[in-house]
């Protein structure tokens, strides 16, 4: 018999069933850190937004925009498009949209002088059309929770 050289069918088989083992404890230990980046991200994005609005009441107050918001009682309300037609939240305008859509950011901004009279209180809603709603009132952080619907309204 020839002396061949090579790895026989059971030595293969090792090595695929090690490398599908290191694989799966990969993916399993990988996953939940990019889960959490998209979710942190996302709540970045929703501070650039109040950080958006804050920017536009001031605007407003010293007159210098006068369209792209509605007035409402004690305060203003911005769309997340408005904040962009504004050149306040640096988002292109092709991933943001006027209501809720696949695939886009949308949602509204509800700006109101806070009780005590000094300040506003922002309340956002926000959703990136797949996965993420950004809500936050009053004072504190912002909080985020699996979702799709907008439900802060400018009324």
């Known amino acids: 018999m020839d002396n061949k050289k090579g790895f026989t069918l059971i030595e293969l088989l ?37 950080d958006a609005a804050s920017n536009a009441v001031s ?52 700006v109101t002088k806070a009780s005590s009279g000094n300040g506003y209180v922002y309340q956002l809603s926000m959703t990136d059309g797949k996965k993420y709603l950004a809500t936050k009132a009053t004072t504190g952080s912002i909080s985020i929770t699996e979702s799709t619907s907008a439900t802060v309204a400018c009324s």
Do not use: H
């Not at 490398?19 to 990969?26: D, E, K, N, P, R």
């Not at 369209?67 to 498009?81: A, D, P, Q, R, V």
């Open 14 to 50: 090792a090595v695929i069933v090690i490398l599908a083992i290191v694989t799966v404890i990969g993916a399993t230990t990988i996953l939940p850190y990019i889960q959490n980046a998209g979710k942190d991200a996302f709540t970045d994005e929703a501070n650039y937004v109040i």
């Open 59 to 110: 605007l407003i107050q010293i007159n210098s925009i006068t369209n792209n918001y509605t007035s409402i009682t004690n305060g203003y309300c911005f769309t997340l498009k408005n904040l962009v037609d504004l050149g306040l939240w640096n988002k292109d305008a092709n991933v943001v949209s006027a209501t809720a859509a696949s695939n886009k950011y949308s949602g509204t901004v509800r």
